[in-house]
């Protein structure tokens, strides 16, 4: 049973923070917290020192964090929460029922390849809408998180995922990126594991090493932890 009274320990994965972020909660204008950690070892992805080697970034003080929910709380619309893979961090029911103190809403972004977590928070009311990456047909998930997953897990995960969006469907939104050796078929396929009444947010993938900042457009308004990094640890 997730226990929601030991918020201490998550705290310590939080690793960047973005005070404001215009797209990646559509419609929103909600800050950004960066949880390091992560479950798989997706080749493409561009947090890597976040998702493996979170001990290299320095800690940011939860009192900040919480001074500025408080005071930004009149104008900001929502707290997103990513990673990494947030549903990782231990204590994760505790950090979010701190950050619901501020009143704001909480976005979550995930994997998805821990279906009782995500459950669990659903259950507890302590996220309002998980954005879950479809990462492509399940037989390619081998190759899409670095052999962390086999298609018969990713299958069983994002199936389970899949009954929870069909209960809530207001509390999930999915997306794909198009990340190298994906094709249109592929994220066909992709498109045809959803519930009924959901679409497939189709993100373009950007390299690593790139300086120049990905443009955004609506196409690409939603971007998730294979293309966003914690620029820094930004709270005043
Ligand atoms: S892309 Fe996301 S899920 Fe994949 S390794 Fe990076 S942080 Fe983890």
Redo the contacts with the bound molecule.
């Keep these: 049973m997730m226990r929601i009274n030991e918020p201490a320990e998550a705290w310590k994965y939080v690793r960047g923070f973005e005070n404001l972020s215009l797209c990646d909660w559509p419609g929103l204008h909600s800050c950004i917290i960066f949880l390091g950690g992560?479950?798989?070892?997706?080749p493409?992805?561009?947090?890597?020192q976040?998702?493996w080697d979170m001990h290299t970034l320095p800690i940011i003080e939860p009192p900040r964090i919480k001074a500025y929910l408080r005071d930004r709380a009149g104008w900001l619309d929502g707290v997103t929460v990513t990673?990494?893979?947030p549903t990782t961090v231990p204590g994760l029911a505790g950090l979010l029922f701190e950050i619901r103190q501020s009143g704001l809403p909480v976005k979550l972004d995930t994997?998805g390849m821990r279906p009782d977590m995500v459950r669990e928070l659903l259950s507890l009311g302590l996220v309002d809408v998980f954005a879950v990456?479809v990462k492509g047909p399940f037989a390619k998930y081998p190759a899409l998180?670095?052999h962390a997953v086999s298609e018969i897990a990713a299958r069983a995960n994002l199936e389970r995922i899949f009954g929870l969006a069909a209960a809530r469907p207001e509390a999930f939104y999915f997306r794909t990126t198009q990340v190298p050796g994906l094709t249109e078929d592929d994220l066909a396929t992709a498109r045809g594991y959803l519930p009924p009444d959901f679409t497939l947010t189709i993100q373009k993938y950007v390299p690593p090493h790139t300086h120049v900042p990905p443009r955004r457009t609506q196409e690409n308004a939603q971007p998730n932890?294979?293309e966003r990094r914690p620029v820094g640890n930004v709270v005043n």
């Excluded at 992560?38 to 997706?42: E, V, Y």
């Excluded at 493409?44 to 890597?48: A, D, F, I, L, W």
């Design positions: 992560c479950n798989l070892r997706c493409t992805c561009h947090n890597g976040l998702a990673g990494g893979e994997n990456d998180t670095g932890h294979e």
